[in-house]
């Protein structure tokens, strides 16, 4: 399968490479690229041909072994396998559930950060949920998560739109509390709030648009790894 092996690992966007690259690596696992019971190219080539760094592709390969997709064996003929016995794929097809919500959400969330960015942002509120949201343990990140797009979404001054981006973030964390919760993403996720939020008191409606985007794009890479 060299023509599959080409398109998968080819290199990852840099706005979300670790969440790129655990999707990836899931769908050349999952497709049968590299097959029960096979290793993985080796990390630098891996790491190379994703256009990732070496820690990066170990922080990814670390979140399949714990989710148990492959194990890492040392020795002359170590590396990188995939384990013989996978977990159990969902009983039903999630894409069509998933796709929706993720549109849904990519409509709503992109065009609220425009909007709060178009207003005189509420500082103060905005700074307050930020800060939730990065001081939060891994415990209660979702929550503190939710109240901060939900606080983008009130600055838009737009009731209706708070309540459809409500709506469509239970929808998103029903999904979420599908998958693991990786440390890796949620401190690229506070990275990405922290552009949003300045990009919004900066007043600079495309910057915010793009700096949403780009996050709801690494959320995304990960449902769909992990739930298709």
């Known amino acids: 399968m060299a023509g599959a092996d080409e398109a998968l690992f080819r290199p990852v966007r840099a706005g979300n490479a670790f969440e790129e690259t655990v999707e990836r690596l899931l769908q050349s696992i999952r497709l049968g690229v590299v097959g029960a019971g096979e290793r993985l190219p080796p990390e630098r080539e891996l790491a190379e041909r994703l256009g990732v760094s070496r820690m990066t592709l170990r922080e990814a390969i670390r979140t399949l072994a ?6 890492s064996r040392r020795g002359r003929y170590g590396g990188t396998f995939v384990h013989s016995t996978l977990p159990a794929p969902a009983a039903d ?9 993720l549109s849904l959400r990519y409509v709503l969330e992109t065009g609220a950060a425009e909007l709060a960015a178009r207003r005189c942002p509420a ?3 905005l700074a307050a949920a ?3 949201a990065t001081a939060a343990d891994l415990a209660d990140y979702r929550r503190r998560d939710s109240r901060l797009h939900l606080a983008i979404a009130e600055v838009a001054g737009s009731a209706s739109l708070t309540s459809a981006v409500a709506d469509v973030r ?6 979420l509390d599908e998958i693991p919760l990786l440390e890796p993403n949620l401190d690229h996720s506070n990275t990405q709030h922290e552009l949003i939020v300045t990009a919004i008191l900066d007043g600079d409606p495309p910057a915010a648009r793009h700096a949403m985007a780009e996050h709801l794009a690494g959320t995304a890479a990960l449902l769909r790894a992990f739930l298709t």
């Not at 714990?66 to 194990?71: M, P, R, S, T």
């Not at 239970?170 to 999904?175: A, E, G, K, P, S």
């Open 66 to 71: 714990d989710a148990g997709y492959v194990e």
């Open 93 to 101: 097809d999630r894409r069509p559930e998933l796709e929706d919500t």
């Open 123 to 125: 500082r103060d509120q």
């Open 130 to 132: 930020l800060a939730e």
């Open 170 to 175: 239970m929808r998103v964390n029903r999904l």
